[in-house]
Antibody
């Protein structure tokens, strides 16, 4: 059974960089079948797709966040990461990592439990 | 971006009743090369991540009870729960994964009356 677990600071100051890591267990992060994805959910609100990274390093970001987002992947540690620069209170959200099944077309089949990040001084 | 609009925003039904949640996309999510609709449904319970219920608009994910079913094509889709159980209380989201950026509906909150 694939499991994903987010980790990182729960509190980030305005204008600083939010950094999160997702650790994958129970499956390979190097499989060419999947896209490793970040999604966020503002408190009490809906879901916003941030973007994905492929094991080879190619990325696709939501244009609404593209200027501030960088994703990376490390197959040796089975981790992928999210950096969001110049954060404001509007970036306060629960951040989820998930597995996108890509061409298999099964959408997002495994999710982490999510981590709440609060942007505040 | 493809805009996903769900209706209703909330729904309160009695145990055993049929629940119907609608989702409309601002453009078709039907992929012409394989005739599949890139539309998924998720269930989110409080304090939990979303759980995949349905993909390709009507394919049930492994382990999902068969009282959950999805239908529709093109731009109009429906999630049906045939007989509401107490454990089905949750927020339900549709999502298109036809084109980037992938987008979600605003959610439908399902409660027991």
């Amino acid at each position: 059974q694939v499991q994903l677990q987010e980790s990182g600071p729960g509190l980030v100051k305005p204008s600083q960089t939010l950094s999160l890591t997702c650790t994958v267990s129970g499956g390979s992060i190097s499989s060419g079948h999947y896209y490793w994805t970040w999604i966020r959910q503002h408190p009490g609100k809906g879901l916003e797709w941030i973007g994905y990274i492929y094991y080879g390093g190619s990325t696709y970001y939501n244009p609404s966040l593209e200027s501030r987002v960088t994703m990376s992947i490390d197959a040796s540690t089975k981790q992928f990461s999210l950096k969001l620069r110049s954060v404001t209170a509007a970036d306060t959200a629960v951040y989820y990592c998930a597995r996108d099944t890509g061409p298999a077309g099964k959408a997002f089949d495994f999710w982490g439990q999510g981590t709440l990040v609060i942007v505040s001084s | 971006d493809i805009v996903m609009t769900q209706s209703p925003d909330s729904l309160a039904l009695s145990l055993g009743e049929r629940a119907t949640i609608n989702c409309k996309s601002s453009q078709s999510v039907l992929f012409s090369s394989n005739y599949k609709n890139y539309l998924a449904w998720y269930q989110q319970k409080p304090g939990q991540p979303p759980k995949l219920l349905i993909y390709w608009a009507s394919s049930r994910e492994s382990g999902v009870p068969d009282r959950f079913s999805g239908s529709g094509s093109g731009t109009d889709f429906t999630l049906t729960i045939s007989s509401l159980q107490a454990e089905d209380v949750a927020v339900y989201y549709c999502q298109q994964y036809y084109s980037n950026p992938f987008t979600f509906g605003q959610g439908t909150k399902l409660e027991i009356k």
